[in-house]
């Protein structure tokens, strides 16, 4: 038996808002994402080292049983450009340089993640 579904026009107008209504709030979340200015590197939630962002650098990072993530911070993007875990996720991933922005490599438990200035923009005090 067979059954007889109709899309009636209103509900064309929901789906149509909807959509709207979600592209819109992903845009405005991209465009006022901030630049970051450090980048924080953790190896099993410990933090390993700091970079600021602004430098262009190169490390090799130590993740846990003996793995080793290749790091490369230039242009103002970090970027994870070598890896020895076997699915090399990580090193697929795409440039960041946003805050909030990170690339993880699980089976090393790395996790590279971009921060902003964590100095206040406003100085003096408020009365």
Same mark, same amino acid.
């Given at each position: ?5 109709? $899309?009636?026009? /209103? ?6 808002? $909807? ?16 630049? =970051?200015?450090?980048?924080? $590197?953790?190896? @099993? =939630? ?13 490390? @090799? ?5 003996? =793995? ?10 970090? &970027?994870?450009? &070598? ?16 805050? =909030? ?7 090393? /438990?790395?996790? $590279? /993640? ?14």
């Amino acid at each position: 038996m067979e059954k007889n579904i109709q $899309v009636k026009k /209103k509900d064309i107008i929901l789906i149509a808002v $909807v959509l709207v209504v979600a592209i819109a709030g992903l845009l405005v979340f991209y465009l006022t994402q901030k630049s =970051g200015d450090t980048v924080v $590197v953790t190896i @099993d =939630g410990v933090i390993y080292n700091e970079y600021p962002l602004n430098k262009d650098i190169e490390v @090799d990072i130590p993740g846990i049983n003996g =793995g080793t993530n290749h790091l490369v911070i230039k242009d103002g993007y970090a &970027d994870m450009t &070598d890896a020895d875990c076997p699915d090399k996720i990580c090193v697929d991933s795409r440039k960041i340089s946003k805050t =909030g922005e990170s690339i993880i490599c699980l089976p090393n /438990k790395v996790v $590279v /993640k971009i921060e902003g200035n964590t100095h206040s923009e406003v100085d003096g005090s408020t009365n």
